[in-house]
């Protein structure tokens, strides 16, 4: 069964970096095709997708976040990251990571972990 956890800081200050790794299990993230995909969901608002890693290293994001994203991955530990830099209290929400089987379908994800930016 494929697996996937979020972890890393709850809270970040405002101009800031938050930065958080998620953990995969029962799939390789550099042997099949899947695009290894960050999600957010602010309070009482709808998912927005941030980015993907796809097994080769390759990145794709969001036009509206590229500027402020990083995705990066630590193959020996079969973890993918992300970082987004200069946070505000706009970027306060739960924070997914999932697999795609199609860049925006997803059929696995982790349990979210919520992120607020806050002073």
């Known amino acids: 069964q494929v697996q996937l956890q979020e972890s890393g800081p709850g809270l970040v200050k405002p101009s800031q970096t938050l930065s958080l790794t998620c953990t995969v299990s029962g799939d390789s993230i550099t042997t099949n095709y899947y695009y290894w995909s960050w999600i957010r969901q602010p309070p009482g608002k709808g998912l927005e997708w941030i980015g993907y890693i796809v097994y080769s290293g390759s990145t794709y994001y969001s036009p509206s976040l590229k500027s402020r994203t990083s995705i990066s991955r630590d193959t020996s530990k079969n973890q993918f990251t992300l970082q987004l830099s200069s946070v505000t209290p706009e970027d306060t929400a739960v924070y997914y990571c999932?697999?795609?089987?199609?860049?925006?379908?997803?059929?696995?994800w982790g349990q979210g972990t919520q992120v607020t930016v806050s002073s």
């Open positions: 999932a697999r795609g089987v199609r860049p925006l379908n997803y059929d696995y």
